[in-house]
């Protein structure tokens, strides 16, 4: 299972960054690569296509490549992925998966903080999402109400509600007076230097001198 995170550096870091094959074989993690991606997409013919029979073109419907996605590890095995798509003055959850032998542990749970917790860090107030109607007691454990004026409608063989929660953006929310290295860092990464503020150390001439 995702352990409840001790007060070491692990504590500090963010949900979505307690991830590191050698020293922290069992967290989440943003996936930034192709392996990651086949990583969630194994997780997820697994769920959906493997227990739901969902077809696979409704499953992987065009919007992956359009999305982030988050990936929760135990012992480096893939467990659980949720996708995030962001729109104007909204985010979305969506596709959350966990492979049946870790659904005893608290992956699911962990997997909705941390990305609430990339929304907040993105700076949104408003997220949003569906919920099967025989699962809605879990993401009202989270704070998700039914959207005012939804109506349940159906896709892939379910029944679905929408759902909204409103959030407080992080204090270290993302937005325009950040260093712009900040602003450049990977998806996810932005507590830590990224390679190309780590390039500065190249000391490029920005104005190079007329002779």
């Known amino acids: 299972m995702i ?28 996936v930034t ?8 997409a194994a997780v997820r013919s697994a769920v959906y296509i493997g227990e739901q029979s969902c077809p696979y073109d409704e499953e992987f419907d065009g919007n992956d490549l359009a999305a982030t996605h988050l990936l929760a590890l135990i012992g480096n095995e893939p467990a659980g992925c949720m996708r995030l798509r962001f729109f104007g003055d909204f985010a979305k959850l969506e596709r959350l998966a966990v492979r049946k032998e870790f659904r005893k542990s608290r992956t699911a749970f962990e997997l909705v903080r941390a990305s609430v917790d990339l929304c907040k860090e993105k700076g949104y107030r408003r997220i949003y999402g569906h919920a099967r109607e025989d699962l809605l007691p879990f ?47 990977p998806e996810g ?3 830590v230097p990224g390679p190309l503020e780590l390039s500065a150390a190249r000391h490029p001439h920005l104005h190079s001198p007329q002779i």
């Open 3 to 30: 352990p409840r995170r001790p007060d070491t550096l692990a504590e500090r870091l963010p949900r979505y960054a307690t991830h590191d094959r050698l020293l922290r074989p069992t967290g989440i993690r943003v």
């Open 139 to 185: 993401w009202q454990h989270f704070g998700f109400r039914l959207k005012e004026n939804g109506a349940p409608f159906a896709f892939s063989d379910h029944v679905f509600v929408e759902m909204t929660d409103t959030i407080e953006p992080s204090p270290s929310a993302l937005s325009l007076k950040d260093d712009p290295y900040r602003l450049i860092r």
């Open 33 to 40: 690569g192709l392996e990651d991606m086949m990583r969630v």
């Open 189 to 191: 990464a932005w507590h």
